[in-house]
T-cell receptor
Framework: ETGVTQSPTHLIKTRGQQVTLRCSSQ?????VSWYQQALGQGPQFIFQYYREEENGRGNFPPRFSGLQFPNYSSELNVNALELDDSALYLC??????????????FGPGTRLTVT | QKEVEQNSGPLSVPEGAIASLNCTYSDRGSQSFFWYRQYSGKSPELIMSIYSNGDKEDGRFTAQLNKASQYVSLLIRDSQPSDSATYLCAVKSSYDKVIFGPGTSLSVIP
């Protein structure tokens, strides 16, 4: 167990809807990263938050957005869901920026299915 | 050119053998490198991190880093069936993002 939790575990949505995924980081970790992992592929970097500010983003459209809260928990929001958004969404926390320690610890993931 | 590349596999080794997993990366400014193990249906689990050129050993696992060649590898000695999983190489880029490779599927045959 990494101490990183995610909710919900599974989610089924319809194309065009909006979804919010949640993550609680490991105690003492101030950096949270979100990844999308399609079946059979490696995790794709969506974005990273450090002390409530986005400080890195991958090649994902603006309909993927996020937040980090003062307790370092985080949300991933996806608007206008598309079928290709069906994937495992992973949250990872790390001691991160400012510490020189970049090991990331993953939560169990949220399996999103878009129909 | 993809940022992090790995042999897709699957790689099959007999129980007790050494499994060798390879990874190359494109960003010369990268300074931190990680190996994760992912069992089917589970999230990635950190095995090792390596920051300096050379070898780093942890139990049956050895990570090797060669920054000049932009190459990272993971050796698993005395492979066990429980080592059967997908192994992900991850690199912290000079832009402070951690980028993952596509993973190599390892199967250890009893």
């Amino acid at each position: 167990e990494t101490g990183v939790t995610q909710s919900p575990t599974h989610l089924i949505k319809t194309r065009g809807q909006q979804v919010t995924l949640r993550c609680s980081s490991q105690s003492g970790h101030n950096t949270v990263s979100w990844y999308q992992q399609a079946l059979g592929q490696g995790p794709q970097f969506i974005f990273q938050y450090y002390r409530e500010e986005e400080n890195g983003r991958g090649n994902f459209p603006p309909r993927f957005s996020g937040l980090q809260f003062p307790n370092y928990s985080s949300e991933l929001n996806v608007n206008a869901l598309e079928l290709d958004d069906s994937a495992l969404y992973l949250c990872a926390s790390s001691p991160g920026s400012g510490t020189g320690i970049y090991e990331q610890y993953f939560g169990p993931g949220t399996r999103l299915t878009v129909t | 050119q993809k940022e992090v590349e790995q042999n897709s596999g699957p790689l099959s080794v007999p129980e007790g053998a050494i499994a060798s997993l390879n990874c190359t990366y494109s960003d010369r400014g990268s300074q931190s490198f990680f190996w994760y193990r992912q069992y089917s249906g589970k999230s990635p689990e950190l095995i090792m991190s390596i920051y300096s050129n050379g070898d780093k050993e942890d139990g049956r696992f050895t990570a090797q880093l060669n920054k000049a060649s932009q190459y990272v590898s993971l050796l698993i000695r005395d492979s066990q069936p429980s080592d059967s999983a997908t192994y992900l190489c991850a690199v912290k880029s000079s832009y402070d993002k951690v980028i993952f490779g596509p993973g190599t599927s390892l199967s250890v045959i009893p």
